[in-house]
């Protein structure tokens, strides 16, 4: 079993649309969790950052981690052809000074 | 806002030569990363360098790459004898508390 597991995709949706983006993981002891986006030929950007389980929301996006379930998401509302991108999740161990990327799933939102 | 810089954005180099990718971490940080993403796969973690010295690394990180610090400022990753597999995007990171920060990548061709 891979550590962290993401469907590539690729997702196509129209603008305004709902977005998810899932992942999930094996390591127990991740306690990290990130969404990059990445643009392409550039290098990741950091989008949302969560320690431990729960709920984040920043602007249009929302991040949840269910560490009793390993798995992770990301919600873009009021999608927009901007958003248009891989999206790559990522997380870490505490004092593990190693962060493991999912496969990222590349999204494209229609005008 | 902070940047992670890399250099040289694009570097040609012959199977069998030695290249030297260089980056500039965040002024404060203490953690730095190199990651690296043969073209539409993911991003593979190499190595991490804290205190002067790897911390971590993968499988990936073999006898042919090496890392240094050679000054205050710099963080390098030097890849002896490349091979044509060697080709791909890589990627510093530097990072304080959990959050890291990646520059815009190197792009390797080996030819």
């Known amino acids: 079993q891979k550590e962290v597991e993401q469907d590539p995709g690729p997702l196509s949706v129209p603008e305004g649309a709902i977005v998810s983006l899932n992942c999930t993981y094996s390591?127990?002891?991740?306690?990290?969790f990130m969404w990059y986006r990445q643009y392409s030929r550039k290098g990741p950007e950091l989008l949302m950052y969560?320690?431990?389980?729960g709920n984040k929301e920043d602007g249009r996006f929302t991040a949840q981690v269910d560490k009793s379930s390993k798995y992770i998401s990301l919600f873009i509302r009021d999608s927009q052809p901007s958003d248009s991108a891989t999206y790559l999740c990522?997380?870490?161990?505490?004092?593990?000074?190693?962060?493991?990327f999912g496969a990222g799933t590349r999204l494209t939102v229609k005008p | 806002e902070p940047e992670v810089t890399q250099t040289p954005s694009h570097q040609v180099t012959q199977m069998g030569q030695e290249v030297i990718l260089r980056c500039v971490p965040i002024s404060n940080h203490l953690y730095f990363y190199w990651y690296r993403q043969i073209l539409g796969q993911k991003v593979e973690f190499l190595v991490s360098?804290?205190?002067?010295?790897?911390?971590?690394k993968s499988e990936i990180f073999d006898d042919q790459f090496s890392v240094e610090r050679p000054d205050g400022s710099n963080f390098t990753l030097k890849i002896r004898s490349t091979k044509l597999e060697d080709s791909a995007m890589y990627f510093c990171?530097?990072?304080?508390?959990?959050?890291?920060?990646f520059g815009s990548g190197t792009r390797l061709t080996v030819v």
């Open positions: 990522a997380m870490s161990a505490i004092n593990n000074n190693d962060m493991r």
């Open positions: 969560t320690y431990s389980s």
């Open positions: 360098f804290y205190n002067n010295e790897i911390s971590e």
């Open positions: 990171a530097s990072s304080d508390t959990g959050r890291y920060t």
């Open positions: 390591n127990s002891a991740f306690q990290y």
